[in-house]
């Protein structure tokens, strides 16, 4: 079996339409005798059309003195961090995208850029991993999603307007990181083979949204992060460490004064592994936050 790489590129946008009245919705509640956090799935790239967003949302921002992000609100914007971004996702050592993957999966992607459109050239310095991101991200362009109207963007925005207090559960370098560490686990082969698969995002990102809508956890689990464990490695990089280190920190505003909102990627919510069972494990009540 291999990784579905579109797949996994979409749950790192989630990793990211809906009409806005939803009998459920992808945001939790864990509470203490001392303050209440709200656990909100997020999708980072979103269309005008997906919202409004539920109720659910706007019940958990406007009872949360603070919001917490993955990353600090507009660091990934600024020119420093697509600086490094891009120091790490190119080849620096005059090689090129088709030095690196097989005639076959070079053949196959060159025919995609041909056929959308795209001029391979721009990006015969990419690693494969961030080649295909590139392609994903220029197709649900393509759609109308757009980071900048994602739920991590929208709630940076409306908190910034209240003023409330923001901060995150990483650094930008941190998740640069995590992103470079792709190429290294996967083979390029299995990467490009989800090419082919980009001229049905519309069709998958549907899928991947039906059941955030409704916060199914079992659903979400397996389109999510199924994918994901047959790379042990991978998996235990991109959600394991990383719930595992952002679950003590959410603990601390269990622990600490005034009600929390934390907003991630959904598939860091599901799971065995995920942020939802890891509070439960510890003996906290999460449920699912109602109208």
């Given at each position: 079996?291999?990784?579905?790489?579109?797949r996994?590129?979409?749950?790192?946008?989630?990793?990211?339409?809906?009409?806005?009245?939803?009998?459920?919705?992808?945001?939790?509640?864990?509470?203490?005798?001392?303050?209440?956090?709200?656990?909100?799935?997020?999708?980072?790239?979103?269309?005008?059309?997906?919202?409004?967003?539920?109720?659910?949302?706007?019940?958990?921002?406007?009872?949360?003195?603070?919001?917490?992000?993955?990353?600090?609100?507009?660091?990934?914007?600024?020119?420093?961090?697509?600086?490094?971004?891009?120091?790490?996702?190119?080849?620096?050592?005059?090689?090129?995208?088709?030095?690196?993957?097989?005639?076959?999966?070079?053949?196959?992607?060159?025919?995609?850029?041909?056929?959308?459109?795209y001029?391979?050239?721009?990006?015969?310095?990419?690693k494969?991993?961030?080649?295909?991101?590139?392609?994903?991200?220029?197709?649900?362009?393509?759609?109308?999603?757009d980071?900048?109207?994602?739920i991590?963007?929208?709630?940076?925005?409306?908190?910034?307007?209240?003023?409330?207090a923001?901060?995150?559960?990483?650094?930008?370098?941190?998740?640069?990181?995590?992103?470079?560490?792709?190429?290294?686990?996967?083979?390029?082969?299995?990467?490009?083979?989800?090419?082919?698969?980009?001229?049905?995002?519309?069709?998958?990102?549907?899928?991947?949204?039906?059941?955030?809508?409704?916060?199914?956890?079992?659903?979400?689990?397996?389109?999510?992060?199924?994918?994901?464990?047959?790379?042990?490695?991978?998996?235990?990089?991109?959600?394991?460490?990383?719930?595992?280190?952002?679950?003590?920190?959410?603990?601390?505003?269990?622990?600490?004064?005034?009600?929390?909102?934390?907003?991630?990627?959904?598939?860091?919510?599901?799971?065995?592994?995920?942020?939802?069972?890891?509070?439960?494990?510890?003996?906290?009540?999460?449920?699912?936050?109602?109208?």
């Amino acid at each position: 079996m291999r990784l579905n790489l579109l797949r996994t590129a979409l749950v790192l946008f989630i990793l990211f339409t809906a009409s806005g009245v939803w009998a459920e919705s992808s945001v939790w509640v864990a509470r203490s005798s001392k303050a209440t956090v709200y656990l909100a799935g997020s999708f980072h790239m979103l269309r005008a059309s997906d919202y409004p967003l539920p109720a659910e949302f706007f019940r958990a921002y406007n009872d949360s003195r603070k919001i917490i992000f993955e990353v600090p609100p507009g660091e990934t914007e600024s020119p420093e961090y697509m600086e490094k971004f891009l120091s790490l996702a190119i080849y620096n050592d005059g090689t090129t995208l088709k030095e690196h993957i097989t005639t076959a999966a070079y053949a196959k992607a060159e025919s995609f850029c041909k056929e959308r459109n795209y001029l391979l050239e721009q990006y015969q310095f990419f690693k494969p991993t961030f080649f295909v991101m590139t392609l994903t991200v220029s197709e649900m362009n393509k759609i109308g999603a757009d980071p900048q109207k994602g739920i991590d963007n929208f709630f940076k925005e409306k908190a910034m307007q209240d003023g409330k207090a923001t901060g995150s559960l990483e650094t930008v370098d941190q998740q640069i990181s995590l992103l470079t560490s792709m190429d290294a686990s996967l083979g390029s082969d299995q990467i490009l083979e989800s090419i082919e698969e980009l001229k049905q995002i519309e069709v998958m990102l549907g899928e991947l949204l039906a059941f955030w809508r409704k916060g199914d956890e079992a659903k979400m689990e397996e389109l999510y992060i199924k994918d994901l464990k047959l790379y042990p490695k991978l998996y235990q990089t991109l959600i394991v460490d990383r719930n595992n280190k952002w679950v003590r920190n959410i603990e601390g505003y269990l622990n600490g004064s005034g009600n929390t909102m934390v907003v991630v990627g959904a598939a860091h919510l599901v799971g065995a592994d995920g942020l939802i069972n890891l509070l439960r494990k510890r003996g906290y009540k999460v449920v699912k936050l109602r109208k």
